[in-house]
């Protein structure tokens, strides 16, 4: 069973950066294909990024699109979202996920079975 513990979050200013972290225990992770989604107050979560388990194949929702960049370190077990040219917009908790589809970088949280707990991600004006 693999477990998920993001790392990384905090307060940043507009146009600023960030590198979010997901370490993950356990057998494996290198199996999975794994994905960022991020929930601001009062909105229902929105799918990130996802990356397979090769990293041959990635994925982005439009809004990040050429901000953001997922990547992921097998051997260190850690998937990771570089988050450049924040936005307000981009303010939530961001939670990473683990997808047993080793070949599907997807965009439905329903694909996930393995979830972390989030960390804040506060983006000022």
């Known amino acids: 069973q693999v477990q998920l513990v993001e790392s990384g979050g905090g307060l940043v200013q507009a146009g600023g950066s960030l590198r979010l972290s997901c370490a993950a225990s356990?057998?494996?992770?290198?199996?999975?294909?794994m994905g960022w989604f991020r929930q601001a107050p009062g909105k229902e979560r929105e799918f990130v990024a996802a990356?397979?388990?090769?990293?041959?194949?990635?994925s982005y929702a439009d809004s990040v699109k050429g901000r953001f960049t997922i990547s992921r370190d097998d051997a260190k077990n850690t998937v990771y979202l570089q988050m450049n040219s924040l936005k307000t917009e981009d303010t939530g908790v961001y939670s990473c996920?683990?997808?047993?589809?080793?070949?599907?970088?997807?965009?439905?949280?329903?694909?996930?079975?393995?979830w972390g707990q989030g960390t804040q991600v506060t983006v000022s004006s």
């Open positions: 990356i397979t388990s090769n990293s041959r194949l990635t």
């Open positions: 356990g057998r494996l992770f290198s199996s999975y294909s």
């Open positions: 996920a683990a997808n047993p589809n080793s070949y599907y970088a997807a965009r439905s949280p329903t694909y996930y079975v393995l």
